[in-house]
């Protein structure tokens, strides 16, 4: 039986609109990035930038993608799938292609395990479920998702009404939040310091 503090909760969820993440925040493109059949993403870093990288696999392959640019910057469309799957893996990990080829990367998705639910300075990411199984992302400022209207410390950022929501989170350097669905991949990003573009 649902509370009466549980049905406040799910309504203030269901009457919140997708809205923009809020400043420092910006999305990496003006549209999310289609990926047939995502199985999952992880993180790592260019060894060369510094920028966070998103390593997505998917049924047609791996693809690699800057955090910051939104740029495909490596790609297998055949990978071994004896050693390529997270699900081969104990840690479900794949390994890297492009610039961070040779290193093991964690994939959280359709196998399981998960990305990093908030940051050190205080942004949370949530995923709450008022209208099952149509997940909504919400991202917090102070871990205040449960508190007060929508735009205030906390901000309907993704709604997965279309397709599977695989995962959601931060990379570990916390300046980049990815939702990945079954379909797409939706990628923010910050500045790694106040005032820089």
């Not at 990496?28 to 995502?38: A, E, F, K």
Request: glycine share 12%.
């Amino acid at each position: 039986m649902i509370t009466e503090h549980q049905q406040r909760l799910r309504d203030r969820y269901l009457a919140a609109p997708v809205m923009p993440a809020p400043a420092p925040w910006r999305p990496v493109l003006d549209r999310t990035t289609p990926i047939g059949g995502l199985l999952g993403i992880g993180f790592a870093v260019h060894p060369d930038t510094g920028h966070d990288l998103v390593m997505v696999v998917s049924h047609d392959g791996h693809g690699l993608f800057d955090a910051v640019t939104g740029r495909k910057i490596a790609r297998d469309r055949d990978p071994d799938l004896a050693t390529s799957t997270p699900d081969a893996h104990p840690d479900l990990a794949c390994p890297g292609i492009g610039p961070v080829d040779g290193t093991e990367i964690r994939v959280a998705g359709l196998f399981g395990g998960g990305l990093h639910s908030t940051t050190a300075d205080g942004w949370t990411v949530d995923v709450v479920s008022p209208d099952w199984p149509h997940d909504r992302v919400l991202l917090s400022a102070d871990g205040g998702a449960n508190k007060g209207a929508a735009g205030g410390t906390w901000w309907h950022v993704f709604h997965s009404a279309h397709a599977e929501l695989r995962t959601a989170g931060f990379s570990p350097s916390g300046l980049t939040l990815a939702v990945a669905t079954s379909s797409d991949l939706t990628l923010w990003t910050r500045p790694r310091f106040p005032g820089d573009g």
